[in-house]
């Protein structure tokens, strides 16, 4: 979405924009990552866990997060829409991690929400894309 926001290309969303996911940013998977690794409890060993925020956010609202952030950059993001596309078929209308198991067994939590790792992350990716 970023690519065609900064190139004015058009951004689809499949359905209404109000599938949900639980977007988790990278520092997130690097803690709990190294907290798994370096767990000294036996309880936390050979485990599976969700890692994520424990937030959902629809598509309509990661579009004008990432809308926004681009817009003081890009002035012909002001008034940008996305395209809606048909529900993709099999597609899940609304996921949220469930992260009990990584914060009790492995302490972990969440250090990014949504709009502070697309914040942090928005610099790369235009640098990126002038590439």
């Known amino acids: 979405w970023v690519s065609s926001m900064v190139h004015n290309q058009p951004v689809y969303i499949n359905g209404d924009g109000e599938t949900s996911r639980d977007f988790c940013y990278i520092d997130n998977v690097i803690q709990a990552n190294l907290l798994a690794a370096t767990s000294q409890h ?19 609202q990661l579009f004008e997060a990432i809308r926004s952030l681009l817009a003081p950059r890009f002035p012909h993001l002001a008034d940008f829409k996305p395209v809606y596309r048909d529900f993709r078929a099999g597609d899940v209308r609304h996921s949220l991690a469930d992260i009990s198991k990584a914060r009790s067994r492995l ?9 502070e790792g697309l914040a942090e992350a928005m610099d790369w990716y235009v640098a990126d894309l002038a590439r």
Request: charged share 15%; glycine share 10%; aromatic share 8%.
């Open 42 to 60: 036996a309880e936390a060993a050979n485990q599976v866990y969700n890692v994520a925020v424990g937030d959902r956010t629809t598509l309509n």
């Open 107 to 115: 302490g972990y939590q969440p250090t990014h929400r949504i709009g």
